[in-house]
């Protein structure tokens, strides 16, 4: 029997020139001057560079396993939205909770609403991963999402 090499790369949310989703509508937003930060951004997310992946993927023959890729920092919002924002020259305004929560509760009210509580809800959440078997098995060496993305 022949052994199959298989690896399975977990990615959280992908940075690079032209994302797409929300970390696109995000600068696209800040660039136009309409994006407000909900609350303090404190929320954490994994992120990884999208330069980082595509580097790590021709080293992976004859590997197997599953690994979160991560940059190890894993920013807050508010520290993403401000990154971006003094790259492009922008200032990030900021919606207090209270009047967030409130938002949040109208968009309830309208089918198809972009903002909604769930949403609110969404983005007042952490949501990390830990890439360490990654660093360990595979010399994963990420760089900051911070210090490598250039919108």
Known sequence: MVGVDLVVLRLPLIVGQG???????????IRRG?????????????????SDVAALLPTL??????????????????????HIGKQLGKRIRAIPPGIASWMARVGDLIPGSPFNSYRYS???QSLTFSHQRA???????PKSVLEGFIP
Do not use: C
């Open 122 to 124: 969404k983005m007042r």
């Open 61 to 82: 023959q004859g590997k197997s396993g599953i690994y979160n890729l991560t940059d190890g920092i894993h920013p807050s919002f508010a520290m993403l939205e401000d």
């Open 19 to 29: 994302a797409p989703g929300n970390l696109g509508a995000m600068v696209k937003n």
């Open 135 to 141: 660093v360990a098995e595979l010399g994963w060496n």
């Open 34 to 50: 309409t994006y407000a930060r909900i609350g303090s951004g404190e929320a954490r997310r994994s992120m990884v560079l999208a």
